[in-house]
């Protein structure tokens, strides 16, 4: 009986996926394999974290320490 129930969740889940996607213009499900590699090829192309995302992860490293010895 469970497996049915989840089949149905799946079936119901599916067609929810379905709407969202046109109504955002989503054509097919082939869109999100080019999302996927297109952030593949961009995460692939960095050299090192951009200097703003290091900074920012310093300066939180350093509040939780300052937190830590207060």
């Not at 149905?8 to 929810?16: N, R």
Request: proline share 4%.
């Amino acid at each position: 009986m469970d497996n049915y129930k989840q089949a149905l969740d799946i079936l119901q889940s599916e067609v929810l996926l379905l709407e969202m996607m046109e109504k955002r213009g989503i054509t097919g499900p082939a869109i999100f394999r080019a999302w996927l590699d297109e952030e593949k090829s961009y995460l692939s192309g960095l050299k090192s974290e951009p200097p703003e995302e290091t900074l920012e992860i310093d300066y939180y490293e350093s509040l939780v320490r300052l937190q830590k010895f207060q």
